[in-house]
């Protein structure tokens, strides 16, 4: 899906939802406290399953602008409400700084704890 449409006089630039996607996650991946970007869903079901596996992260645009949903699991040991505040600041400022897209919401959804190695 094209996100970011400019008319320019040498061309036109669009932006897809997976380019917003990518960033959101790196920008998740660099906050201390941040195991990983996945919805959690672990085991040979879940990798054969046939029916529609949530994403990671989910980009909805609505009226140019963005509502980014992204799971995270986190280290054992953070607060998580910490570390949320951090992925979404980190997220909105990577996103709308790289893409020029508006970031209205960053939903985060906690789908699970790192245990200690």
Do not use: H, R, W
Request: aromatic share 4%; charged share 20%.
């Amino acid at each position: 899906m094209e996100v970011k449409k400019t008319n320019e006089p040498i061309g036109s630039l669009y932006i897809s939802t997976g380019v917003i996607e990518k960033v959101a996650k790196l920008a998740a991946l660099e906050i201390d406290g941040v195991a990983d970007v996945s919805t959690g869903s672990s085991g040979v079901k879940g990798v054969f399953a046939k029916t529609n596996l949530p994403k990671a992260v989910d980009v909805n645009m609505y009226d140019g602008v963005a509502e980014i949903d992204i799971n995270i699991i986190v280290k054992y040991g953070c607060k998580v409400p910490s570390v949320c505040k951090n992925v979404q600041e980190s997220v909105k400022t990577n996103v709308q700084n790289m893409t020029e897209v508006t970031v209205s919401k960053v939903n985060i959804i906690v789908a699970g704890i790192q245990a200690e190695n």
